[in-house]
């Protein structure tokens, strides 16, 4: 094999012996003289392009090429020097920085690692110093002197078993959330029996439900390093800069009512400050035609939206409705109009609109400002609507005339065209469909019995008893919604037709997730008669929770009220701790414990002051 040439000057021949020779020849053959052209070329580009790389190649190329380029290019004189004085300037401003990184790098390159990560450090801290500054320059909210409120914390029972039984309740208190605490701390909900985190899509990536919700129950039960440690996890975790979707509703009574309370049972200001901060957040879901919130908001984006099955994208009378008590509370504490001015402005629609037969659709669109289906409701959509009407009267110290007036004209039709006695004799509220009854009440209507005790006092025309037994009527007739099941508890709906009264006949409706509203009721009627029969029913409640409900790690919902044998959910509510607890604990407490004279609670249990006319903030 011939030996390889290294210049393509000589071309392998063979002879005619099959020997290969070298031949010279006297000229360059096509191919080579590329070759060399090639070659030629590259050793120019390099030359040329390595001024590119030479430490000073700004101030090269300013004076090689732009400057004639700009002789060439340019008008007049005076533009000319002007241009050349700026272009100069950008250069020079170029070369600065480029050299300023150098130094700056060579100098990091020669630090020790320690002293690399300890300027690192100071580094974030100035960032950190910089953010609070910028919060400290943020406008404050008013100084509020504190006041201890009435009723805050009350005496002892002095009756020895009412005694042992709120002693019992505190204990259920302390099994739920020491459980939580071990298996769910920090996240919205426990999951009892797979001792983990539960989480809602309600709340978005807010964290701390069951925390914030618990707060004030923790307080009255004189729970104090648990209300202590709760307080910290809000002061250091609570988060509401979150990019989620959430249920305006849902965040509004349970984060929003649960720090405004802790903040008037406590004085402590970071529940204010959250709670202000959260109504903030919450105010672009007014963003509306009408101003009817939408019922879902992102919190980051300030995009809402409606429940996609909700009657063509119409808001929720109950939870648009269900906004008042904490949003005059935020504007209260904020020294803020615009809180209480967009309560203002759903009044405002509400009044303009025809209501059939009196009665309140429970859907309404925020384009049109027209009802959706007419479908009305006490219970689910509708419930809480009427609550928060009667409650903003007497919350405003019984001057809201509006409010007192719109609560007793929808008293008033309900009874005309809800109410019904069953062949058995018991009362009941049924759903109104397109004029249609459907004789079903669910669960969520039993507040109906506490909120007509709650209103009895100030019902017009003397009507004051005619509203407690019609508020007694109900309570007994939730009561036995509960006595007719194996469990003692109640299911979520029950029905008058078909030859049963107060019975659950379809599968979905017999499950029970530890709700309060029976409770609820049970609680308003012993404080406003003293009737021993509503202590003994909420015994009953109690006894009944213990065995059905409770399991080692919390308390869990069943899925079927009328099973020997039910089994569990698996999802310990927040509301379980916030209302079924507290009203539990309220029942068997004396009448100083959050005085009904002093106090509102809103629709997730959460007492609220009465905003009496001396306290308001100018």
């Not at 029913?537 to 069943?558: D, F, M, P, T």
Request: proline content about 5%; charged content about 25%; glycine content about 8%.
């Amino acid at each position: 094999m011939p030996p390889p040439t290294l210049l393509p000057f000589t071309t392998p021949r063979k002879s005619g012996t099959n020997s290969s020779v070298l031949i010279s020849r006297p000229a360059f053959r096509l191919t080579e003289k590329f070759l060399l052209l090639l070659v030629f070329s590259g050793f120019i580009t390099l030359c040329f392009g390595a001024i590119f790389f030479l430490p000073d190649s700004s101030k090269l190329l300013s004076g090689v090429f732009f400057h004639s380029q700009r002789t060439s290019i340019t008008g007049s004189g005076p533009k000319q020097d002007g241009g050349r004085e700026l272009e100069g300037d950008k250069l020079s401003k170029i070369r600065e920085d480029h050299e300023k990184a150098l130094r700056e790098a060579k100098d990091t390159l020669q630090k020790l690692p320690e002293q690399i990560k300890k300027e690192i450090k100071e580094e974030k801290q100035k960032v950190v110093q910089e953010s609070a500054n910028k919060k400290e320059a943020a406008p404050r909210l008013p100084n509020v002197v504190f006041r201890k409120p009435v009723g805050a914390t009350g005496r002892e029972p002095s009756d020895p078993q009412t005694r042992e039984r709120q002693a019992k309740i505190k204990e259920m208190m302390k099994h739920a959330w020491e459980n939580y605490k071990r298996h769910a701390w920090g996240s919205n909900e426990l999951k009892p029996l797979s001792k983990q985190q539960h989480s809602s899509s309600l709340f978005g990536n807010i964290q701390g439900a069951t925390i914030v919700d618990a707060l004030d129950t923790l307080y009255i039960m004189g729970m104090h390093d648990e209300f202590k440690e709760a307080k910290e996890w809000v002061e250091k975790n609570l988060d509401f800069n979150v990019h989620a979707e959430v249920s305006v509703f849902e965040v509004n009574i349970r984060f929003v009512g649960g720090l405004l309370s802790a903040y008037y049972l406590s004085g402590e200001e970071i529940f204010r400050t959250k709670a202000v901060d959260l109504g903030v957040k919450l105010l672009p879901a007014f963003n509306t035609p009408t101003g009817i919130p939408w019922a879902l908001l992102n919190i980051k984006s300030g995009i809402g939206r409606n429940w996609p099955w909700a009657s063509g994208g119409s808001s929720i009378l109950a939870e648009f409705g269900t906004l008042h008590l904490e949003f005059m509370h935020l504007s209260q504490l904020s020294g803020n109009p615009v809180f209480a001015e967009k309560m203002m402005n759903i009044r405002k629609v509400l009044n303009r609109l025809d209501k059939p037969q009196g009665l309140y659709p429970n859907y309404l669109n925020p384009n049109s400002g027209q009802w959706g289906q007419h479908h009305v409701s006490i219970g689910g959509l509708g419930d809480s609507f009427y609550e928060y009407l009667l409650k903003a009267w007497l919350m405003s110290d019984k001057t809201d005339e509006e409010a007192r007036k719109m609560y007793y004209d929808a008293v008033q039709a309900i009874e005309k065209h809800l109410i019904r006695k069953s062949n058995g004799g018991l009362k009941y509220i049924a759903e109104w469909k397109g004029g249609l009854l459907e004789h079903k009440m669910g669960h969520l209507t039993c507040f109906a019995g506490g909120m007509f005790a709650l209103g009895a006092d100030g019902a017009p025309e003397d009507n004051s008893g005619h509203h407690m037994e019609l508020a007694a009527e109900i309570a007994h007739t939730c009561h036995e919604s509960y006595d007719r099941t194996a469990t003692k508890l109640g299911p979520e709906a029950f029905r008058f037709d078909g030859g049963v009264e107060a019975i659950a006949t379809r599968q979905n409706e017999k499950y029970y997730i530890l709700r309060p509203e029976v409770i609820e009721t049970h609680m308003y009627m012993w404080r406003l008669t003293h009737d021993p029969k509503y202590r003994e029913w909420g015994w009953e409640a109690v006894q009944a929770l213990e065995k059905n409900c409770r399991v080692a790690a919390g308390y869990s919902g069943i899925r079927d009220v009328y099973s020997t044998h039910p089994t569990h959910d698996d999802v310990q509510q927040s509301f379980f701790l916030a209302e079924t607890l507290k009203y539990l604990y309220l029942m068997f407490s004396e009448d100083d414990v959050l005085s009904l004279d002093h106090w509102i609670f809103n629709s997730e249990a959460h007492p609220l002051p009465i905003i009496r006319k001396s306290d308001k903030i100018q």
